[in-house]
């Protein structure tokens, strides 16, 4: 069972729909980040959040992480091909600070 | 920037045999750490490291050894390879403190057969 559940686990879409990914979890986080990993390549830190609530915004990207801080989201608006990957949530769990958690990741593919 | 390297790329095992990955960062960054990344489950962690000369167990440590003597190198030993641990191998490091930015290797495919 993995502590950070990620859904869906596969998301094939049109280009110009809207998305959301989710990551919950029934533990308490105190830092979850978001990262992109393109095939071949290690993955790559899009984002962090750390105060419950917290909303935050990388171009067409939104991130949130829930008031409990044991979920977040990341909602794409308007998809392009260009945002095709696998996205993974990760998190700091409370008082374990040093152990990042993953995710089993989701994987986005938009079509032109 | 050379950032995080991992080597080899690409190794094929035989049962039984034992091994070293390597990882080396030039960012002189305390925090390091070892995933391996299997097909529907991300990335897990095997062993972490919070600077030279400490080092501690992730989520699956079992059948592999780590020690990190310097800042900038943290091996990863298979020390009798497994079926199993057939994977992609990630080596990762952070300036340590939660919500820095984590730097990622390119990764390691490993085959033991």
């Known amino acids: 069972t993995q502590l950070l559940e990620q859904s869906p686990q596969f998301l094939s879409i049109q280009e110009g729909e809207n998305l959301t990914v989710y990551c919950n979890s029934s533990?308490?986080?105190?830092?979850l980040q978001w990262y992109r990993q393109e095939p071949g390549e290690g993955p790559v830190l899009l984002v962090t959040?750390?105060?419950?609530?917290e909303v935050k915004k990388l171009k067409r990207l939104t991130f949130q992480f829930g008031d409990a801080r044991k979920d977040s989201s990341l909602h794409i608006t308007a998809a392009q091909p260009g945002d095709t990957g696998l996205y993974l949530c990760?998190?700091?769990?409370?008082?374990?600070?040093?152990?990042?958690?993953f995710g089993a990741g989701t994987r986005l593919a938009v079509h032109p | 920037n050379a950032g995080v390297t991992q080597t080899p790329k690409f190794q094929v095992l035989k049962t039984g045999q034992s091994m070293t990955l390597q990882c080396a960062q030039d960012?002189?960054?305390?925090?390091m750490s070892w995933y391996r990344q299997d097909p529907g489950m991300g990335l897990r962690l095997i062993h972490y490291?919070?600077?030279?000369?400490?080092?501690d167990q992730g989520e699956v440590p079992n059948g592999y050894n780590v020690s990190r003597s310097t800042t900038e190198d943290f091996p990863l030993r298979l020390l009798s390879a497994a079926p199993s641990q057939t994977s992609v191998y990630f080596c990762?490091?952070?300036?340590?403190?939660?919500?820095?930015?984590?730097?990622f290797g390119e990764g390691s495919w490993l085959t033991v057969v």
């Open positions: 533990s308490v986080f105190s830092s």
């Open positions: 960012m002189n960054h305390e925090y």
């Open positions: 990760a998190g700091f769990l409370s008082g374990g600070y040093n152990k990042l958690i």
């Open positions: 990762a490091s952070s300036a340590g403190v939660p919500g820095n930015t984590i730097y």
């Open positions: 490291s919070v600077g030279a000369g400490i080092t």
């Open positions: 959040v750390v105060t419950g609530g």
